[in-house]
């Protein structure tokens, strides 16, 4: 009876999460914007901004280069909304990490699916900043194990201390690697929301009207689902710690908009040797440490 | 008793039986007929065998005698390529010293040995008889219709066709008493045929090249030989045994048999291409495609991981059990890396076979029960997608006249079918749902509760890089390009059959993964443990699944939703309008050619074989070294 009850609550969350998690990341994307402006010393645009430019682009005409490209995408939006489900349904971290995979496999693969240069140099990107970011990724979740001796997200949020005293190191390399996968400077090499520095539209370049809308849409949930990852770090048993979870993935998220106002882009080499650095350091040995603990 | 005996001597029949008949149409037909009976042979075994394991013992002089003789029989056929008809004595010598120590075992030391159980017919060998069989088989079948394209496409190649599938048939009639046997003596037999064989396999076209690389295949293999004979004469001598189960029997007593488990691991090195003996198997591609997928994905390799997981439960914390972690985890993470930066799409397989059996001895030298149960799981899906793989490569290659992956884009709309199979394969091998990635998923568990963090970074960074390579071939397959025509046509029919049979074999054991797991990997693990656990919780396993149906769906959707306005894409300046021309400066057309991305300075070939040689070579150096010192001192 009790398992049921506990199962039912899992599905509401699950659910909770396909409704709220557009919401909550169009909104975290309008501050974005805002605070960026602000930063820049322009107005910026209104706080609902991200919802007017979808709901813009799902109503235009359908264009598109081949008929494989919005399958691609279909995908990259289905598999990024799964991956967010079965987190918030209390799955196991890794088959969250698996299910995200999928999804940004099917991202590259829709870009690289296009056959244009442009949309090819952004896929490769793309793949690298993939290639880049996965062991970390891997880390993150093998992390907790060690740590709490479960993938199941369900009891990490249990546990009797605030995760992030044992795991710091694991923390530095996830914050690290969100740069790249919340699409920030300097690591948004694939594709960026700044002009000035983009290739055309990177990886977007042959995407368009409905589907961009799709692919602004999966962004929303990813994000919202990393920074479950965030919460995961600092809420333990006590009832008030969701609080303190939920303040620090505010602060991650602002610290990442600081970052990207502060920093231009850099080569894929840097990324990729910095951000395998960071795991092999930080990664490493908190990680090591872990083991040691058991 | 009856079906083990009848599954080598069928397809050793056929091979002799295809050798003599020289007459093209009879052979064709005599390699359906004996594929079918081959694959209908390991069902009904698998049927009778499986969750009934059985020891059986053979009777009498006969048995040991027959094996003694084939033994010298393939010495010899050894001693006449190498000291008669290719002048390369040393590799002889390598022969000569392994024969030698077997005929002293058996006439000295060894006469008197009694066995109990000669064959061991447990769940992993049925599973092994099944991936031999039924996909042996099927590489069998492909081969009628590829050889024959072979054939046409290189007349400069003698037309040894006889040969060719005599060799595939004793191939797997060795395979097979490879696995079901417990008598080491007639495992090393088995060893020795199919060392002989894929040199006989890899040479067949005679180029200076094949020839080379053939004797690269076979010294390497007699190495191994030599450590496998050192082995059975080291236990025999001490233990009065030559049985597998003995030897595992007695390490689990606490026995000092940790050199013998090593001399034994090191000859599977040798035969699953562990770095840094992984030259051979690269080396193996100027075969035909057949004998690679042969070689690759079901036999050759596969044996040599079989016997190290088979030595699993003596692995683990020790000096043996160490060796073998490390160079699996060097091999899975340099070899992945070098499959980076490789545009071939022949080595792109071979170094991800390497790699993927890098990580397959990398659990088996964990040890845990967990770790038994992946080894086998990896061991049955990589069968199944590689041989997908290498199949559909062959036939791109026949097609497209090129195997180069820069030459597969436009696949998709040239050759809809055979991309649909290749992609189902890419897919096995390393994405979610499909059963490699749930497999490394175990590995992962595994290798954190085993608490090695070096090992669990080579993994984390392994399976980054093997995403990597895979989905730049995944990318280059999907890219649209206009095609003028379809290509399949020139396809063999034998050759879909295989191709389709082997897709719908890989998405089976994807979706049946929970049952695969229940009936065939977790009892045998149990009781070599005596325990039994969930390495993957069931729900997952469910909603791994589930999600693989969701994957095999999809497709179907494809076009559906709004009607979409057809554009060109962006290029360097005006589009022509067909998307693979531009007019560029001056009014010039430009043709758009896309190149992939291949990392030359940061995973280049050398730099990787460089690292991955010198660190293995090292651990295998340093255990040895340490047991040497340890043995001495008792």
């Known amino acids: ?294 | 008793m009856f079906l083990p005996g009848l599954l080598i001597v069928v397809p050793l029949l056929a091979a002799l039986l295809v050798f003599c008949i020289r007459s093209g149409g009879a052979r064709n037909f005599i390699t359906i007929i004996a594929a079918v009976a081959t694959m209908a042979l390991s069902v009904a075994t698998a049927a009778t065998y499986l969750g009934q394991p059985c020891f059986v013992s053979l009777p009498g002089e006969l048995p040991s005698t027959v094996i003694m003789a084939v033994d010298i029989i393939v010495a010899l056929a050894i001693f006449y390529y190498t000291m008669v008809k290719f002048k390369r004595c040393w590799i002889g010598l390598l022969e000569l010293l392994q024969l030698a120590m077997i005929l002293w075992f058996e006439h000295g030391a060894g006469h008197g040995i009694k066995v109990a159980a000669d064959l061991a017919i447990d769940n992993f060998a049925v599973i092994m008889v099944l991936i031999a069989g039924i996909i042996g088989s099927l590489i069998a079948i492909f081969s009628n219709g590829y050889m024959e394209e072979f054939q046409k496409e290189h007349p400069e190649v003698e037309d040894r066709r006889p040969f060719f599938f005599f060799v595939i048939f004793l191939f797997l009639s060795a395979m097979f008493g490879l696995v079901l046997s417990n008598n080491l003596l007639f495992m090393y037999t088995f060893w020795e045929i199919t060392s002989f064989s894929s040199f006989l396999l890899i040479g067949y076209t005679q180029t200076e090249e094949a020839i080379n690389n053939s004797f690269k295949a076979l010294w390497m293999n007699l190495l191994g030989g030599v450590a496998f004979a050192a082995a059975i004469v080291w236990l025999g001598v001490q233990y009065q045994t030559v049985e597998l189960s003995a030897l595992l029997k007695l390490g689990q007593g606490a026995k000092p048999v940790e050199m013998i488990v090593a001399l034994l691991v090191f000859c599977g090195f040798t035969k699953a291409a562990m770095m840094p003996f992984s030259g051979w198997l690269l080396g193996a591609m100027v075969a035909p495609t057949p004998t690679s997928a042969l070689l690759h994905s079901s036999t050759m390799v596969k044996a040599g991981v079989f016997l190290i997981i088979k030595l699993c439960p003596l692995l683990g914390v020790n000096h043996a059990g160490m060796m073998t972690m490390f160079v699996g985890g060097i091999t899975f993470f340099f070899a992945s890396c070098a499959a980076i930066s490789q545009s071939d799409g022949k080595r792109v397989l071979a170094y991800s076979t390497i790699s993927n059996l890098g990580l397959i001895v990398l659990c088996a030298g964990i040890g845990s029960y967990a770790a038994a149960w992946t080894a086998v799981m990896l061991v049955i899906f990589h069968a199944i997608s590689k041989s997908l793989m290498f199949l559909s490569v062959g036939t791109a290659e026949q097609q497209l006249e090129s195997r180069n992956i820069e030459s597969f884009d436009g696949m998709f709309c040239a050759l809809p079918n055979l991309a649909r199979c290749m992609i189902i394969g890419i897919c096995g091998m390393f994405l979610a749902p499909f059963g490699m990635l749930i497999s490394k998923w175990a590995a992962m568990k595994s290798v954190a509760d085993a608490g090695n963090p070096v090992l669990l970074l080579m993994l984390a960074f392994g399976s980054a890089t093997t995403l990597f390579y895979w989905t730049k071939w995944l990318g280059k397959i999907a890219a649209y390009v206009p095609a003028e025509k379809s290509r399949e046509p020139g396809i063999h029919g034998v050759q879909w059959l295989a191709l389709k049979a082997l897709s719908i074999l890989t998405i089976l054991a994807c979706v049946a993964f929970p049952l695969l797991s229940q009936h065939g990997v977790t009892p045998y693990v149990s009781a070599i443990y005596n325990t039994t656990a969930d390495v993957i919780s069931r729900s997952n396993l469910l909603i791994m699944s589930v999600m693989a149906v969701l994957i095999v769906l999809l497709p179907l959707g494809f076009s559906a939703g709004q009607k979409q306005k057809m554009v060109v894409t962006n290029l360097a300046g005006e589009n022509t309008g067909d998307n693979l021309s531009y007019r560029g400066v001056a009014g010039k057309t430009v043709q758009v050619s896309l190149r992939n991305w291949y990392l030359e300075d940061w995973f280049g070939e050398a730099k990787m074989q460089r690292y991955g040689f010198g660190l293995s070579l090292l651990c295998m150096i340093l255990a040895f070294a340490m047991m040497g010192g340890g043995v001495f001192h008792v």
């Open chain 1, 1 to 294: 009876m009790c398992d049921m009850a506990v199962n039912i609550g899992n599905i509401v969350l699950g659910i909770a999460y396909l409704v709220l998690a557009p919401l909550i990341g169009g909104l975290l994307a309008g501050i974005d914007r805002k605070i960026s402006a602000r930063m820049q010393r322009r107005v910026g645009p209104p706080i609902m901004q991200p919802f007017y430019d979808v709901f813009k682009l799902w109503d235009k005409q359908p264009v598109a280069v081949n008929k494989a490209q919005r399958f691609y995408i279909r995908g990259f939006l289905l598999f990024a909304v799964l991956s967010g489900f079965f987190f918030f349904a209390h799955g196991d971290l890794l088959l969250v990490i698996f299910t995200l995979t999928i999804a940004s496999v099917c991202f590259v693969i829709a870009a690289y699916a296009s056959n244009s240069p442009y949309s090819q140099v952004g896929a490769e990107r793309e793949l690298a900043q993939t290639m880049a970011y996965e062991p970390m990724m891997l880390l993150v979740a093998l992390g907790f194990y060690l740590h709490c001796g479960t993938f199941d997200a369900k009891e990490i949020v249990q546990s009797s201390a605030m995760n992030f005293i044992y795991m710091p190191g694991i923390f530095i390399g996830l914050c690290y690697i969100l740069l790249i996968k919340f699409r920030k400077s300097p690591f948004d090499l694939s594709m960026s929301h700044e002009v000035h520095q983009e290739l055309i539209q990177g990886a977007l370049t042959e995407i368009s009207g409905p589907t961009l809308a799709m692919i602004e849409l999966a962004h929303w949930y990813e994000n919202v689902l990393l920074l479950g990852f965030v919460y995961l770090f600092f809420t333990w048993s006590p009832v008030w710690s969701p609080v303190v979870g939920l303040a620090m993935c505010a602060f991650t998220y602002f610290s990442d908009i600081v970052v990207d106002n502060c920093c231009s882009r850099v080569k894929w080499e840097h990324m990729l040797s910095s951000a395998w650095v960071v795991t092999l350091v930080a990664g490493f040995a908190n990680v090591a440490f872990l083991m040691y603990m058991r």
